[in-house]
């Protein structure tokens, strides 16, 4: 009952947008999952409840590195960067993320460059999933040659 209910209220919203010839295609493919979904009982809530947990473990929106930034004396700060557990790509792109987030600081600070002291990846193996980490430690430079800068 509630998936009719559900299909009774959706139906009548994507046909008032079928008007726009541009969305056509779009409304009748929209229409055709909902209706393709309540005939295979997706809108039970065990399939709901799943897809929501799947939802929740995976989080499709969350950022891919999880970073953290600490600051070991004047010039010098390290950059710890773990990976999320479920990714879909991503994985060369440590060196991007480190190197973007210490040009970011700098440039926020006004500071002439950094200097990259180490940097290192590896994978952390935790169950159930393993995920990369990287670390590494930039020091800012000062302009020497406008040195209140």
Known sequence: MPSRLALCLIVPAFAGCALLQDHGTKVAAGVGAVITASELDLFEPEFIGGSLIAYAIYDPLAPTWDISVTRLDEERVRFDLRMKRLVTGGEGEARQVFVRNAREIAESKGLAGYDVV????????TRPFARRIASGEVRYLRSRTFPGI
């Open 118 to 125: 180490r940097f290192e990846e590896g994978i952390d193996s």
